[in-house]
């Protein structure tokens, strides 16, 4: 007998056994597509394999249609994104080797994986941080103005100038023979402050 | 926990995947019919609730299908299939903060025997009186079914379904060409079927 002789139930039997080849499959499951009839019969043919192997098995036969019938509401509601779920999370309870086996099919770190959340925080807060001093920066090449650039005055590195009290007390004291660069602004040169005396 | 080799293995799984995989759900339903009750009975070996494995049942062929793309062929979809289904159980069971149930033969199967076995009688809980009986009706018709079989045809489809052997095995064994191994092997499943499906029906309430 041919192939093309076998009638569709035939068909089904041969497909369960997945001893079909070439257009014969696609019959097949063309069959099985549009035919509940041919769809039952697959059914029937996996239930008595199945209970000749073990008997058991036949529990809860009776309820195998309802059980398709819920997966496919759920696969239904299932929008077609089949990367969201890694082979880490179905092994990540299993033994170690298991979980050893999962991290080998582990191709794509998944979007909400933690540690490439931290890394996304840690690389936005490092641009944030480059873009502010860059600013800063840039607005003080051409527009460097104020007491606030003092410090950078002639590009040479800015000096500290501690002021004695005790100083400003005995020239405050004294300021009637001195000049008034006494008490200006503390300046490299202050710290030779001399007595000026009245101009001859 | 190492998957017992399915008596069932051939390419057919592999089309089915690649078919799903092409966006054919229907074919996906196709591998949920074949193996939910393999699947099942290999949960309730863990998992002494009924509801509870129904639902972990749902949840494995759904993360299977989410996870499908990885299916590589290196092994048998079954095998595939059983360590989704072992671990969803347990990622279950510790959500529940609850203690597996398991069976020896489960933690420690060997090589003749495959995971619709069970030591001795040992009841489980999902086992109603009411699925008892529908079990035995259907295992009896089967059994009377095969029965009335003629040898060509009882011994063809011995040799498929328990033995595992594929057709040109078969034809081999029985000296005769494959079509008709085939044949006897349909012939024997219609036998038996005309006799089981009117109980499923019966047992259902609806049919498909």
Known sequence: ?200 | MTPPASPQADGSDALLVERTLAGDARAYELLVLKYQRRIQRLISRMVRDSDLVEDIAQETFIRAYRALHQFRGDAQFYTWLYRIAVNTAKKFLLELKRDPLVTEAARQPDGDEDETSRPGNEPTTDETPESVLAANEIAQAVNAAMEALPEDLRQAVTLREIEGLSYEEIATVMDCPIGTVRSRIFRAREAISARVRPLLAHQSGKRW
């Open chain 1, 1 to 200: 007998m041919t192939t093309h002789e076998m009638n569709e139930r035939e068909l089904v039997s041969a497909l369960a056994d997945g001893q079909l080849q070439g257009d014969d499959i696609a019959r097949a499951l063309a069959l099985i597509e549009r035919s509940e009839e041919a769809r039952a019969y697959w059914h029937a043919c996996h239930l008595v394999g199945d209970v000749l192997r073990a008997q058991e098995l036949a529990a809860d036969a009776a309820r195998d249609a309802a059980f398709v019938a819920r997966l496919r509401q759920r696969l239904q509601a299932e929008a077609p994104q089949p990367n969201l779920v890694t082979a880490i999370e179905l092994v990540a309870v299993g033994a170690d080797s298991e979980r050893v086996e999962g991290q080998k099919n582990f191709k794509d770190p998944v979007a909400n994986d933690a540690s490439l959340r931290w890394k996304l925080v840690a690389g936005f807060a490092s641009l944030a941080a480059v873009v502010a001093v860059g600013w800063q920066l840039v607005s003080q090449d051409g527009t460097a103005q104020g007491g606030a650039q003092l410090a950078q005055a002639g590009g040479e590195p800015a000096q500290v100038m501690l002021r004695d009290p005790r100083l400003d007390q005995l020239l405050a004291a004294h300021q009637q023979f001195g000049g008034t660069s006494a008490l200006q602004m503390p300046a490299g040169f202050l710290r030779n402050a001399t007595f000026e005396r009245p101009a001859r």
